[in-house]
């Protein structure tokens, strides 16, 4: 049973351009969750996906946008990218929002 | 002040030593508290899951909570180089009876154990 899967594994942007990230939920999982980790910090929450609404959304600016497609996978869209942005993107998928199961992330870098 | 406080480290313990990992957290609104592994370069590996106060084991592995106190720990016993690794403590808040799923982490604790 393959776990969360995330494309790309990592890339390199510069300032002010547009990127997507991709992410496979667990077999049998209907929500995904993205985060946000910055180097030597905790993740940060996104937003969360579940029936391809936007469920919840975390303290990130409208140029952090997402989707989720009716096989419950998941999109991640970065628009205007600034330095900051760059950090670990994680995404966690759940049956039950008890338990969320991380992929391994993309690492972004913005020049 | 962040929702969830946890210290950096990093911690240096010899194999076989018992390690505790704590946090600390200000909303009194969180019931669901879990403790992730993450190895370098890799995501987050949910270990322990426990919902309200109380204490969890699994194998060499503890978790408590405390609600009074706000304060959470993980212990492991007899712990191994292969517990190298930064664990990160993660709560959410409950929505009637359900968990929202909206997870604030703490820094994460970096652990060496040396062999």
């Known amino acids: 049973d393959a776990g969360v899967t995330q494309s790309p594994t990592h890339l390199i942007k510069t300032r002010g351009q547009q990127v997507t990230l991709r992410c496979s939920p667990k077999s049998g999982h209907d929500t995904v969750s993205w985060y946000q980790q910055a180097l030597g910090q905790g993740p940060q929450f996104i937003f969360q996906?579940?029936?391809?609404?936007?469920?919840q959304r975390g303290n990130f600016p409208d140029r952090f946008s997402g989707h989720q497609f009716p096989n419950y996978s998941s999109e991640l869209n970065v628009n205007a990218l600034l330095l900051g942005d760059s950090a670990l993107y994680l995404c966690a998928s759940s049956l039950t929002l008890d338990t969320q199961y991380f992929g391994p992330g993309t690492r972004l870098t913005v020049l | 002040q962040k929702e969830v406080e946890q210290d950096p480290g990093p911690l240096s313990v010899p194999e076989g030593a018992i390690v505790s990992l704590n946090c600390t957290y200000s909303?009194?609104?969180?019931?669901?508290f879990m403790w992730y592994r993450q190895y370098s370069r890799k995501g987050p590996e949910l270990l322990m899951y426990?919902?309200?106060?109380g204490n969890k084991e699994d194998g060499r592995f503890t978790a408590q909570v405390d609600k009074s106190s706000k304060y959470i720990s993980l212990f492991i016993r007899d712990s191994q180089p292969s517990d190298s690794a930064t664990y990160l403590c993660a709560m959410s808040a409950g929505e009637g009876s359900s968990n929202t799923g909206k997870l604030i982490f703490g820094q994460g604790t970096t652990l060496q154990v040396k062999p």
């Open positions: 996906y579940y029936e391809e609404e936007e469920r």
């Open positions: 426990t919902y309200s106060s």
């Open positions: 909303n009194s609104a969180f019931q669901y």
